[in-house]
T-cell receptor
Framework: SQQGEEDPQALSIQEGENATMNCSYK?????LQWYRQNSGRGLVHLIL?????REKHSGRLRVTLDTSKKSSSLLITASRAADTASYFC?????????????FGGGTRLMVKP | ETGVTQTPRHLVMGMTNKKSLKCEQH?????MYWYKQSAKKPLELMFV???????ENNSVPSRFSPECPNSSHLFLHLHTLQPEDSALYLC?????????????FGEGSRLTVL
């Protein structure tokens, strides 16, 4: 089964509201990253949180990490129509090959103007 | 513009064709990746190259053949594909292959196999 699983799979909110997306994972990680993908485009890195960090901010984004629960959340405050996209968490772990980022299935966020 | 360029953006091919996807990064990174994104499935890592050497191959069928001639270029050679191989193929690069490295993605090549 996949390492990261986002919840909910789809989220629809009004502009100005906050959007919260959750990610759960199964194995130990070095870090967790969040990416954004506009429809049919490539992924764009949003934020990275290391396993020894609990919370991180970047502009309107706030990410939390709870390693005891193996979960992370991404909060987008004061959402805008331009935030409409799919959001993916990716968990980083180390093996002999180095960088193994495993992506979840994503949350499709729609922000209505 | 992320600094990672993929061509072609769209490709339609028959099951007996041979084609190639190209990826070029202008970021001076040492690691490059191929990912497959199918509808309703998570991103699947296919290949990882670090300093032009393949360091990971996630049990990808041999009909997909990667090539990394230098640290700036990555190819995915395709032959005798199946319709289920239709997907968005994403190339990415990172400074190195450490797990803390941020991935920079191209816009993807949308492949349709008839």
């Amino acid at each position: 089964s996949q390492q990261g699983e986002e919840d909910p799979q789809a989220l629809s909110i009004q502009e100005g509201e906050n959007a919260t997306m959750n990610c759960s994972y199964k194995t130990s990680i070095n870090n967790l990253q969040w990416y954004r993908q506009n429809s049919g485009r490539g992924l764009v890195h949003l934020i990275l949180i290391r396993s020894n960090e609990r919370e991180k901010h970047s502009g309107r984004l706030r990410v939390t990490l709870d390693t005891s629960k193996k979960s992370s959340s991404l909060l987008i405050t004061a959402s805008r129509a331009a935030d409409t996209a799919s959001y993916f968490c990716a968990t980083g772990r180390t093996n002999n090959a180095g960088n193994m980022l495993t992506f979840g299935g994503g949350t499709r966020l729609m922000v209505k103007p | 513009e992320t600094g990672v360029t993929q061509t072609p953006r769209h490709l339609v091919m028959g099951m007996t064709n041979k084609k190639s996807l190209k990826c070029e990064q202008h970021l001076g990174h040492n690691a490059m990746y191929w990912y497959k994104q199918s509808a309703k499935k998570p991103l699947e890592l296919m290949f990882v190259y670090s300093l032009e050497e393949r360091v990971e191959n996630n049990s990808v069928p041999s009909r997909f053949s990667p090539e990394c001639p230098n640290s700036s270029h990555l190819f995915l050679h395709l032959h005798t594909l199946q319709p289920e191989d239709s997907a968005l193929y994403l190339c990415a690069s990172s400074q190195d292959e450490r797990t803390s490295a941020e991935l920079f993605f191209g816009e993807g090549s949308r492949l349709t196999v008839l």
